[in-house]
């Protein structure tokens, strides 16, 4: 069955530390696509990337970049230099193109606390 | 930049009342999506719309809660009677079309339920 899993609950790093989260899926669809988002405080999720299974490629934004493992079934998110502002919850979500809806199957989050 | 609105931020009600939550999508998006969030989960789907057509209201507990899309543009979501497990986080989404792949799912900033 389809799942996704973030294993980390909480994380704090103070400021300008690198950091990581990790992001593990299950699916038997062979076409898929993951996402990430972050929820402020305000509640408001916000969308940051969408990648799909044919592209392993990393992807790079700024001080944000992912790491898309197809071997380990991972889509890990790292924040280079965190900003106190970076400090949200941040789920990682997958769709299976065997799903006509396309809905999101969502993890359970990470809180990311970025001390001063 | 155009947003998803939401109404009201926040409500208590009493166990037993009825409750109704408002969202606006953005404009031209088709695709509606009514979560609910307890807090340190991720979102879970409510109701899934297609201009005013549900397309998947599978996980929403039809004994209590209704929602409806009337003219393919706002949608509402009622609870009656409220129970105590209500209490979360009701977030709205619109997307252009289904395609998550294609298209992401913007969010509004949610409605903060509280049952006494």
């Known amino acids: 069955a389809q799942k996704v899993t973030q294993a980390q609950t909480e994380i704090s790093v103070v400021e300008k530390e690198d950091v990581t989260l990790d992001c593990v899926y299950e699916?038997?669809?062979?076409?898929?696509?993951l996402f990430w988002y972050k929820q402020p405080p305000s509640g408001e999720l916000v969308f940051l990337i969408r990648?799909?299974?044919?592209d392993e490629q990393n992807e790079i934004s700024g001080r944000y970049s992912w790491n898309f493992q197809k071997s380990t079934s991972s889509f890990n998110f790292t924040i280079t230099a965190s900003q106190v502002v970076d400090s949200a919850v941040y789920f990682c979500?997958?769709?299976?193109?065997?799903?006509?809806?396309?809905?999101?199957?969502w993890g359970a989050g990470t809180k990311l606390i970025i001390k001063p | 930049e155009a947003e998803v609105a939401q109404s009201p931020r926040y409500k208590i009600t009493e166990k037993s009342q009825a409750v109704a939550f408002w969202c606006d999508p953005i404009?031209?998006?088709?695709?509606l999506y009514w979560y609910r969030q307890i807090l340190g989960q991720g979102p879970e789907l409510l109701v899934q719309?297609?201009?005013?057509?549900?397309?998947?209201d599978s996980q929403l507990p039809k004994d209590r809660f209704s929602a409806e899309r009337l003219k393919g543009v706002d949608s509402t979501l009622k609870i009656q009677p409220a129970e105590l497990g209500d209490s979360a986080m009701y977030l709205c989404?619109?997307?252009?079309?289904?395609?998550?792949?294609?298209?992401?799912?913007?969010f509004g900033p949610g409605t903060r339920l509280t049952v006494t």
């Open positions: 719309f297609q201009d005013e057509s549900v397309v998947d």
């Open positions: 979500a997958l769709s299976e193109a065997m799903d006509s809806n396309y809905q999101l199957i």
């Open positions: 404009s031209g998006h088709a695709t």
């Open positions: 989404a619109s997307s252009l079309e289904l395609a998550t792949y294609l298209y992401e799912q913007y």
């Open positions: 699916t038997r669809d062979t076409t898929y696509y």
């Open positions: 990648r799909n299974s044919f």
